[in-house]
């Protein structure tokens, strides 16, 4: 089955730097790549997702990046504010069906 | 939008436990994921119109439901202290590629 590797665990960034987040995933079935941002106490939201059929996807200050032969994507936050600060979530998946989760990347936006 | 009850709940081992959801208003698909503190969420199972449509790495004593009315189940039987965790409950439109919403949880405690 589907596994995700996410890295870092945790990051601390100054704000206005940039943040990046990354995932692997192993089956070569999943092309849906959605990324969820939790606040503490509230349920996922996501941000930002990809398909397999596209390379980058940008939307204000978050962009996804896709690379399927590698079988990685990852997460670039530009510009972080204080109220960026939260745990984030990748997860893989075959479209609609079942989304397999990364463990979660704490980031930490310092003002 | 999707809501969960109850909010939070205690349980003893070896109790019964059923969670409900209700989903967004025209969804079809509904997911229930397990998060344990600090972790991802895990795929627990999907239904689609009633049935189940696929299901993670939990044992048969978590078990389901869907109902016609947007309405959603699930039931832990034999309840273990790792059942410990937020139960998160997600319903989505089955066509394609679809962003699938999340609900606020409810957190089992068992002791």
């Known amino acids: 089955g589907e596994n995700v590797e996410q890295h870092p665990s945790t990051l601390s960034v100054q704000e206005g730097d940039s943040a990046v987040i990354k995932c692997t995933y192993s089956?070569?079935?999943?092309?849906?790549f959605p990324w969820y941002k939790q606040e503490l106490g509230k349920r996922p939201q996501l941000i930002i997702d990809i398909r397999s059929n596209v390379g980058e996807k940008k939307d204000q200050r978050i962009a996804v990046t896709l690379n399927k032969t590698a079988k990685h994507f990852s997460l670039h936050i530009t510009e972080t504010q204080p109220e960026d600060s939260a745990v984030y979530f990748c997860?893989?998946?075959?479209?609609?069906?079942?989304?397999?989760f990364g463990t979660g990347t704490r980031l930490l936006v310092s003002p | 939008g999707v809501t969960q009850s109850p909010t939070h709940l205690i349980k003893t081992r070896g109790q019964q436990v059923t969670l409900r959801c209700s989903s967004q208003s025209g969804h079809n698909t509904v997911s229930w994921y397990q998060q344990a503190l600090g972790q991802g969420p895990q795929f627990i199972f999907q239904?689609?119109?009633?049935?189940?449509?696929g299901r993670g790495n939990f044992p048969p004593r978590f078990s389901g439901l869907q109902f016609p009315n947007d309405s959603s189940e699930l039931n832990v039987n034999a309840l273990e202290l790792d059942d410990s965790a937020l139960y998160l409950c997600?319903?989505?439109?089955?066509?394609?590629?679809?962003?699938?919403?999340f609900g606020p949880g409810t957190r089992l405690t068992v002791l």
């Open positions: 239904y689609y119109r009633e049935e189940e449509n």
């Open positions: 089956d070569s079935a999943s092309n849906y």
């Open positions: 997600a319903s989505s439109l089955r066509t394609g590629y679809n962003e699938q919403f």
């Open positions: 997860a893989a998946g075959p479209g609609f069906q079942k989304l397999v």
